[in-house]
Every structure is written in structure tokens, then in C-alpha cells.
């Protein structure tokens, strides 16, 4: 077909892109790991993270100038995902897209998975995977072990750089298939799962973090086998353990999370109130972490 048939265009002026190399890949996601949200803002976001992670791709690609700034204003759009799981997997098929000369579908991509890919990305590194991490870490922590930090940062660091990576080259590999791999409700399940998954794990840590026991008592009068009245001070606390146990530990935890959730309080307010309430409490003598060891004898 000539080119008097069909109108010339940007996409159209240069049918044969070059082929990228490891090189070029390389360089894109090391500029993505090292700073994609250096230069976030209000405007785009991380839009100019994405168009600096791109670049190296985009200046292989496009050798005319025009071409290559063109490329360049396209990804420096808005964009706003999480940058653990789904940036990576978004930037890899970009990526694919241009390098097949698609362009417009990089776009439609990135605009149609940024959303879905925020709301399972934060669920699963902060809602879930972080919570786990420094509740192990944090429990060690008060224990007085040293091993409580280094486990956070290592069970950090290490796995959130490898699911960057193998992220990045298998959306790269996938290219066009990734969009329509990822619908058909899948990301929504995988979210509600592990919402669900992340409650019952967290649900098991209540007990050695949250420590709030009832130091009040109460007097029984017993009758021994040789017919004396005995009076004896029983704390209330062992008789929640025998029956219930953590039991304030839960009820606590249930009450911040249904002012969080239903209540819609900030974290800032619940913790405020937490406090308060507890320092009451305790001053009353009613509450403490720990019963007294004098009072369960």
C-alpha cells in the first residue's frame, strides 16, 4: 500500500523498531527500583517515575527526535499505582506494547490497570503481607531480641526487590496478553482473598501484642473439710482465663477496628482514645498489661 493510500503518522513512520536488548531492560528497571517515587507529586503522581523508567526504552526505540518526545509526553501522564505489585507488572508490558509498535494500547493499559492493580497491590503488601512481617518483627522485638528488626528489614528488603523483578520481565514476556490474563474478576477475588487471609492471621497475633488484663478481685468464702469458713481473694482474671481467655486483648482490638471501619475515625483518634482510656484505667487500678503476680496468689 502506498503511502498516498494511507495518512502517515508517528506510529506508522518507522515500521521496523529496534529490537531491545537486555541492556535497555536492565536500565529501566534499576531506574524504576531506585526511583520511582523520588519525584512523586500531586500533578501526575508518579507519572514522571514511569516516563523516567521509560526512557531508556523510548530513546532506543524512537531514533528520530520528534518520535522520541512524543514517546515521552505519552508516559508523562498521571499514574498512581502500588509501586510493589502492579508497577512493575504495568511498566514490563508497556514496555512490550511499544516495542511492538502499539503505543495506544501501552496507554489504554496503563490507564486500565493502574486502579485494580493499586487496590490488590496495597492489600496484599500493606494490608497484609506488611502487617504479618512486623507483628512477627515487633513481638520479638518486646521480647528483647535483636532478631525482631533484622527479620522485619530482611523479610522486607529481600522479597519486595525479587517481586519487582521477576514482576517487571514476566509482564515484559506476557506483553498484550497481561490485560486480558488479569480480567475476568480475577484481581478482585485474589484482593478479597487476601483481605480475609490477612484478618485471620493478624486475628491469631492479638494475644502477644495487645496485653490487657483486669486486676480487680473478688472474695469467696470456702468451706474446708473440717468445717471452717475460709474467705479468699480471687483475682477476676484467672477466672477469665479458665473461661475466655485474652478476652480484653480481643474486645479491644475489635472496638479500635470498628471505630476505624464503621466510625470512620482517623488512626490518629483511635490511638488518642486508646490512650486516654487506658491511662484511666490503669490509674483506677482496674487494668494493667501484665496481673500482678502478688494478686494471683
Request: charged residues 15%; proline residues 5%; glycine residues 8%.
Amino acid at each position: 500500500m502506498s503511502d498516498t493510500e494511507t495518512p502517515v503518522t508517528h506510529e506508522d513512520s518507522q515500521p521496523a523498531l529496534p529490537e531491545l536488548t537486555k541492556r535497555e531492560l536492565s536500565r529501566s528497571f534499576w531506574r524504576y527500583f531506585w526511583s520511582f517515587q523520588i519525584s512523586w507529586n500531586y500533578e501526575r503522581m508518579q507519572g514522571m517515575g514511569f516516563a523516567w523508567a521509560m526512557e531508556p526504552v523510548l530513546r532506543k526505540l524512537f531514533s528520530r527526535k520528534a518520535d522520541y518526545i512524543a514517546a515521552m509526553k505519552r508516559h508523562m501522564v498521571f499514574f498512581n499505582t502500588d509501586a510493589i505489585i502492579g508497577g512493575p507488572l504495568i511498566l514490563g508490558s508497556a514496555i512490550a506494547m511499544e516495542e511492538a509498535g502499539a503505543p495506544a494500547s501501552a496507554e489504554g493499559m496503563k490507564v486500565g490497570l493502574m486502579g485494580p492493580m493499586a487496590g490488590v497491590g496495597d492489600t496484599l503488601t500493606f494490608a497484609l503481607y506488611n502487617s504479618i512481617i512486623f507483628t512477627i518483627g515487633a513481638s520479638w522485638a518486646l521480647q528483647g531480641k535483636v532478631i525482631g528488626p533484622i527479620f522485619a528489614g530482611v523479610m522486607v528488603l529481600v522479597p519486595y526487590f525479587l517481586v519487582r523483578r521477576w514482576q517487571f520481565y514476566f509482564a515484559y514476556r506476557q506483553g498484550k496478553q497481561l490485560a486480558s490474563t488479569l480480567a475476568g474478576g480475577a484481581l478482585d477475588r485474589l484482593s478479597e482473598s487476601a483481605t480475609i487471609l490477612g484478618l485471620v492471621v493478624l486475628g491469631g497475633f492479638i494475644p502477644s501484642i495487645v496485653h490487657v488484663v483486669t486486676v480487680l478481685t473478688y472474695k469467696q468464702t470456702i468451706i474446708l473439710t473440717s468445717g471452717k469458713h475460709v474467705t479468699q481473694t480471687v483475682p477476676l482474671q484467672t477466672q477469665f482465663n479458665a473461661v475466655l481467655p485474652f478476652v480484653f486483648a480481643v474486645l479491644l482490638t475489635a472496638g479500635v477496628y470498628f471505630t476505624l471501619t464503621k466510625l470512620k475515625w482517623s488512626p490518629l483518634v483511635a490511638i488518642a482514645c486508646v490512650f486516654a482510656i487506658g491511662l484511666a484505667l490503669g490509674w483506677l487500678g482496674w487494668f494493667a498489661p501484665i496481673l500482678p503476680v502478688a494478686a494471683a496468689h
